[in-house]
């Protein structure tokens, strides 16, 4: 794990130096620590961490804000740490790029041990197995390069929205519920999960659909989940 190089960003010292010596008893030894928005984003440009912490409260730039900037040059996991527990709050993270989210007050040791997690599905990203591109209509989807083209032209995508598109492209025409797609694709215990998969599928049917609002190929099976199909063949 001492390869890896964790970015914490958050105005209270106490907690940049809580997780700073947590991470460090979890075999973490290159540990970046700043203290406000600004910063944090020049630093993740100059010095391409692997993962961020990112406090949502934050002189000069708010997270939020941060991780829009942070997500125009870099894909690198965004943990979002907030004293706010409202479900909007954790839907606008998600929503403007971050990966996972934790409420304060937080166990150091959750937080390290969500840290590893997501860095786990980074280096397994990084590493796909070899697989064969899969053909939906017009959508071309190049396991191996992790990229994904309609009509030809590339369509960028974010980590989790790639792989939320293979797998429902591996099971094409099959109904998959929302409860196994988070567990398969987040690696999680879906409870609760309903609104953070609604954001993903929001955002990639955006990047797929000619018309989001009236979808051709990632269809809502209303009360079942959701559904990968090829319009050509309907």
Wanted: hydrophobic residues 35%; contains cysteine; aromatic residues 8%.
């Amino acid at each position: 794990m001492s390869d890896y190089k964790i970015m914490i960003v958050d105005d209270e010292l106490d907690i940049l130096d809580l997780l700073e010596k947590s991470l460090i008893i979890e075999g973490f030894d290159n540990i970046i620590k700043i203290d406000n928005g600004l910063s944090a984003v020049s630093s993740c440009r100059e010095l391409q961490p692997d993962m961020i912490i990112l406090d949502v409260m934050l002189p000069e730039l708010d997270g939020y804000e941060v991780c829009k900037r942070i997500r125009e040059f870099s894909h690198c996991p965004i943990l979002f740490l907030s004293s706010k527990n409202d479900e909007l709050d954790k839907i606008l993270g998600l929503a403007v790029g971050g990966d996972d989210y934790v409420t304060k007050p937080f166990s150091p040791k959750e937080v390290a041990f969500r840290v590893k997690a997501q860095l786990r599905r980074t280096e397994y990203r990084q590493r796909p197995p070899k697989a064969q591109p899969l053909t939906v209509g017009a959508l071309n989807i190049d396991p191996e390069g992790c990229r994904v083209t309609k009509d030809g032209k590339e369509i960028e995508l974010t980590a989790r929205e790639f792989e939320i598109l293979q797998y429902m492209a591996q099971n094409i025409g099959r109904v998959i519920s929302r409860e196994r797609l988070y567990e398969t694709v987040w690696g999680e215990d879906s409870f609760g999960c309903d609104n953070t998969i609604m954001v993903h599928i929001r955002h990639l049917r955006e990047k797929i659909e000619s018309n989001p609002a009236s979808p051709e190929y990632l269809i809502t099976m209303k009360g079942l989940g959701y559904k990968l199909v090829n319009p050509y063949e309907k």
